[in-house]
C-alpha cells in the first residue's frame, strides 16, 4: 500500500541526492512535471550543491542525512555513489518518505532486502530504477523473442575503453561496487527477459594504478556465464577502462527458428531464409519516462514497471557472481 497524495491540492515535494547525470535527468523531468517540484537538493560538495540548485530552482542541503530530515519532502530520489545507496534509502524511509533509487538497492543482499520489508512496514514506495527495460533495444528485443523460438543461447557485451581512466566513483571498487553489482542492469536486462538462474560462473580481472595507495582502477574486466533454469546458457561481458581498445555494446541471441542481433542502435533478426532489419525507438527521455510513472503510481495507483523484489533476485545473482570470483567455482543461485 502506498498513500494517494492529492495532485489538486500541492505537487509532492522531492528532495534529490546526487549532482551528477542521473540526477541532472530526473531534475529536467521534474521540471516539466506539474504533479511535482524539485525542493530540495543534497550532493557531494556545498559548491557543488549550490551551484546544482540554482541551476533547477531548489534549496541545497549541506548532507543527505539533512535533507531526508526534511518535513516538507514527500519523495526522496536518491541519486548517488553504489555505496551509499542502502544507508540514504533506509535513513528516508524511517524519515516517512517514498523512495525512488537507481539500481542498485544496495551492494549488500541483507541489507537489500531488509530495506524492501522496511519498506512494506512504513507503507511507502520503494522504487528501485531499472530504465533498461525500458529502453528502445529492450522493448524491441522483447517485442522480436518469438520470431527466432526457442532461445539457446545468449550473449551481451558492454565494453567502454577510456584512456586515460578517469579518477571517478565508477573505477573505485568501494563506492562502484562489484562490477555487476555497480552495473546491475547487464544481469537484470536477461532476467527481465529469461527467468530464474540455476547456476553462475564468473571471473574478473582488474588492472590498478602504478600507486600502491591510489584507490582507483584503470582497467576493470568482468566475465560471467549464466544457465537459466529453463536450459538457455548466457554469457556476460562488462569492461571499461585503458586496456580495452575497442568499444562494443552488442546483444544477440540464438534461437531454433533464428537470431537477434543488436549491435549499437542496429537490429537484426537473422533466419533461414534471410535477414531482416529491426527498427528501434528512440534512447531519449526515458529518465523522465521512469519518473513519470512513479507519479502515476503514486497518485493514481497504477502499476510499475518493475518491482524491487525483481531487483533483489538480480542483486542475489550478481553476489552469486562476485562469490564465483573468490572461490573459483561456479555458484548455485537459491
Not at 6 to 12: E, G, M
Not at 59 to 85: C, F, G, M, Y
Amino acid at each position: 500500500m502506498t498513500e494517494t497524495i492529492d495532485v489538486f491540492s500541492r505537487p509532492l515535494q522531492t528532495g534529490l541526492i546526487g549532482t551528477g547525470y542521473a540526477a541532472k535527468l530526473r531534475s529536467q523531468a521534474l521540471q516539466t512535471e506539474p504533479r511535482a517540484t524539485l525542493t530540495a537538493v543534497a550532493g557531494h560538495t556545498l559548491e557543488t550543491t549550490q551551484a546544482f540548485s540554482q541551476t533547477y530552482g531548489a534549496k541545497p542541503i549541506a548532507s543527505w542525512a539533512e535533507l531526508v530530515q526534511q518535513p516538507s519532502l514527500d519523495l526522496v530520489i536518491v541519486a548517488t555513489v553504489n555505496r551509499d545507496h542502502g544507508a540514504i534509502v533506509r535513513a528516508a524511509l524511517e524519515a516517512g518518505k517514498h523512495v525512488i533509487v537507481e539500481y542498485p538497492l544496495a551492494l549488500d543482499v541483507a541489507e537489500a532486502t531488509a530495506l524492501i520489508a522496511l519498506a512494506k512496514a512504513q507503507a511507502k514506495l520503494l522504487h528501485v530504477e531499472h530504465i533498461e527495460l525500458l529502453g528502445n533495444m529492450h522493448q524491441a528485443l522483447k517485442a522480436s523473442l518469438p520470431a527466432i523460438g526457442t532461445p539457446f543461447y545468449a550473449r551481451y557485451t558492454t565494453i567502454k575503453p577510456e584512456r586515460p581512466a578517469p579518477k571517478r566513483w565508477t573505477y573505485h571498487p568501494e563506492l562502484f561496487g562489484f562490477p555487476l553489482m555497480g552495473a546491475l542492469s547487464r544481469l537484470h536486462r536477461l532476467i527481465d527477459l529469461y527467468g530464474a538462474v540455476a547456476t553462475v560462473s564468473c571471473q574478473m580481472q582488474v588492472r590498478d594504478r602504478s600507486e600502491a595507495s591510489d584507490p582507483y582502477y584503470t582497467t576493470c574486466y568482468c566475465t560471467a556465464q549464466l544457465r537459466f533454469q529453463s536450459g538457455l546458457l548466457a554469457d556476460v561481458i562488462y569492461g571499461k577502462g585503458e586496456a580495452l581498445w575497442q568499444a562494443e555494446r552488442k546483444m544477440e541471441v540464438h534461437g531454433q527458428a533464428g537470431a537477434l542481433i543488436f549491435d549499437g542502435e542496429q537490429g537484426l533478426l537473422v533466419q533461414a531464409e534471410g535477414s531482416q532489419p529491426i527498427v528501434l525507438g528512440s534512447r531519449q527521455g526515458i529518465f523522465a519516462k521512469d519518473t513519470t510513472m512513479v507519479l502515476d503510481h503514486l497518485i493514481d495507483g497504477t502499476p510499475l514497471y518493475v518491482t524491487p523484489e525483481a531487483s533483489l533476485y538480480t542483486l542475489k545473482v550478481a553476489d552469486a557472481a562476485r562469490r564465483s570470483v573468490i572461490t573459483g567455482q561456479p555458484i548455485a543461485v537459491a
